[in-house]
Nanobody, 118 residues
């Protein structure tokens, strides 16, 4: 089992920055990838950024060049650095973990609200 706890959300002006953190505990050796997802009311949940244990990254087109996902294995923590924030970035951001051999995200954090004002 893996437990994920997010932090770092809040209210920020357009153009500002936030850094989200996701602390993992439990059977972290089983994790092959970590991803950040977001969901706003009336919109589908989308994958924002993904990083594998090998260091490969993937970003949604809407955040490329603005967001950076990174992991600190020693601290069992994944980060999402969000720069040049836009109102359309507003939503609940969830951290999720994928197990080796799994075709889905198996573990999810509680979510943290990000609100970007214009």
């Amino acid at each position: 089992q893996v437990q994920l706890v997010e932090s770092g959300g809040g209210l920020v002006q357009a153009g500002g920055s936030l850094r989200l953190s996701c602390a993992a505990s439990g059977s972290i050796g089983s994790i092959s990838a970590m991803g950040w997802h977001r969901q706003a009311p009336g919109k589908q949940r989308e994958l924002v950024a993904r990083v594998t244990t090998g260091g490969a990254t993937k970003y949604a087109d809407s955040v490329k060049g603005r967001f950076t996902i990174s992991g600190d294995h020693a601290k069992n923590t994944v980060y999402l650095q969000m720069n040049s924030l836009k109102p359309e970035d507003t939503g609940v951001y969830h951290c999720a973990a994928q197990r080796y051999g799994s075709g889905l995200y198996d573990y999810w954090g509680q979510g943290t609200q990000v609100t970007v004002s214009s």
